[in-house]
């Protein structure tokens, strides 16, 4: 958990594929300017778009394989 | 008159093993059979996993009537030891064991297109009543969710500590009573007017079921088998998120209620988190401290996968032949 009175710097992870993990709470603006609110201790937002709890990775940046 | 927690009650014996466990509860008899019994009974039938699920539940709630000094009875501990030998070697006979912890990880990762599993089922043609057998099975665990694995924490340092700490802390409602993940099950069995009373369908359980169950007590009782343990926390995350976005959807078509499919709608999203964290820092920080634990963390990845794949086979085959995969009707 991540106060604005911290000296330490707030931690985030990035990674070629999978979400952006930030440490929470963590407010993001959309495009069409909604906003979105998670006060999860560690917040996965979303990078690849499929998600269908935009901006919040559901893991479907997943590779899929057909069997 | 309201005494706070329900206590479960004892339920009947299915066979030799477990009626003398029983009996033994009870103090009906001061004694208990010997090891050789244990190694001679299917490590996966209904005896051996309800033997071993008594003595395991003394370390959560207990039974209602059974004294709680029996938790740490020097000869029930013996004879669960022989228990657990005998399910334990059982297990690493029977799953396959990955390359390395890698490799195994990156297998869970990949999502098939469609796939065949109990999720699926429901999602597409499963029916309420269906449903309603498979959270009164699961309550075994979610009941108790994340308590079997908060054991592991004092045998972790650093990284790996404050990794799964985090993760706990979430599955325990980050501070907030009434989100405890076990709280919401128990409204989630509400909306299938299921009882929500711990250990209330424990007798109706198959003992496929009852191994899942057990899998989790036994890495989180042992310290030496802290590495595993972490793999199977590992597996639960990573497979979770997509199997409740599917479990979600079988919730909404059914009209099973808000409070059932807030259940699988969190565990999209926080597990979407919490298989990164277990991955990243529990994971990982484990085998940079510990890295002779690489093969028991494969381990508890190919176990976890064993025990989940029979349950799954247990309630398909039973739906498929229009049976109940319950041991007796809800
Ligand atoms: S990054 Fe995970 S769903 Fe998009
Ligand atoms: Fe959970
Ligand atoms: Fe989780």
Known sequence: MHSPRDESPRRLRVQRTGPLLVEGPVEVTLDDGTVAVSDRFCVAVCTCRRSRTYPWCDTSHRRRTAD | MHTGLYEPTLPTDRGELSAATLAYLRRASGSLPPAGDAERSDPYGDDLQLALYLCYE????????????????????????????????????????????DSALAELLVEPVQGDGISYHLRDDGTLGQVREYAAQRSLYHLKEADPHAWVLPRLHGRAKAGMAAVEYDEFGAGRGERVHARLFADLMRDLSLDTGYGRYLDAACPQMLAVSNLMSLLGLHRRLRGALVGHFAAVEITSSPNCRRLAQA?????????????????????????????????AGLLEAEPQLAADVAFGIAATGLVEDRFTEHLLGSWRSERSSLRHAL
Not at chain 2, 75 to 96: K, T, V
């Open chain 2, 58 to 101: 003394l370390h959560y709630r207990g039974f209602a009537g059974v004294d709680d000094e029996m938790e740490w009875d020097a000869a029930l501990l013996a004879f669960r030891r022989a228990l657990e030998d005998r399910f334990l070697a059982a297990l690493r006979d029977d799953a396959p064991l990955p390359a390395d912890v």
């Open chain 2, 251 to 283: 919730m909404e078509r059914l009209g099973a209620g808000p409070a059932a499919e807030h259940f699988y709608r969190e565990h999209v999203e926080a597990d979407a988190v919490h298989e990164q964290v277990v991955r990243h820092e529990v994971v």
